[in-house]
């Protein structure tokens, strides 16, 4: 038995019941500290974000809102969508995810970027007082205070109370794919509402199993595999579930929903599915083509028209 599945097993008990879930992200996010490292992630695809939105969408970055779209347990984007901005952000989750032990390693990593981020977002002058007050605190709460940013914890049906043309830059990072089909449409409905006329859309979508993040032995589009009944039973539960769209899917939805698709990236991991075969897939995925398989995570600029 692979990795993958042994993880699959370990993880399905707590899929079972909300309280489960829960039980399951405390014991490893807080108890175990394995979000110790998405500081750094979130330090480097920060700076993604910026840079494909002013590419793309020429967008003014300093004097904007920041929506941050259930960014996880680092505060870091929370951090750097103040500094680049100058404006305390938006940040929505689903669940809450303030935890103290994350505090102090995201303002370090924060602090290491924060010069050449600022430079990339073009802001001229870096609020070094905030980097300064953010290393006398632990508390995340005091954190989201200091930055001047709004946290709520609200489901996708609670997104209907945020003020409509309440922010001018949407990011997500590894969210998108664990929403079905039809909540995206809600979702995306949802984002063209609380963006302001003009308003920026930067997601990055990651396409992959993401067991094959833990065990390289399956390759990357293992989840295709399935057939749709296979794969309801198996992807259960937030933890487990994830959604099979591709990126051609995401753009028609984007599109749907009555955002302009500017951009959809895909560059940089565009040979992790090079040895997939497609006629190992399951059923319509059968007949993707390379390019569909090329775009095993895509990053998608889009402006609410």
Known sequence: MNRAKLKQLWMYPFTRS?????VYEWLTAVALGTQGGMSRKWCYWFREHIVLSRRHAHLKIPGRRVWLFEPGWSLAPVMLGRLVTGRGPLVTEEHPRLARRYVSVAVSEVAEVAGRMSRSAGQRELDLGL???LREVASPRRALELCGAEYAVLGLAGLETLPASSADLCISMGRL????????????SQMHRVLAPGG???HIV???DHLWHFDKSIHCFRHLT???EE???????RKLFRNRLLERDYVNLFEDAGFEVLAHVHALHHSDASG???ETLWGRYGELSREDLAAAVSHFVVRRI
Do not use: T
Not at 177 to 188: D, K, N
Not at 231 to 237: E, I, K, N
């Open 131 to 133: 980097l300064d007050r």
């Open 226 to 228: 399935y057939s749709d």
């Open 200 to 202: 920026i859309g930067s």
């Open 231 to 237: 794969w309801a039973a198996m992807a259960r539960g």
């Open 276 to 278: 997939v075969d497609p």
């Open 18 to 22: 909300r309280l489960g879930e829960d």
């Open 177 to 188: 794919e664990h929403c079905g089909e039809s909540e995206l449409g809600w979702l995306f």
């Open 206 to 208: 990651d396409h992959r």
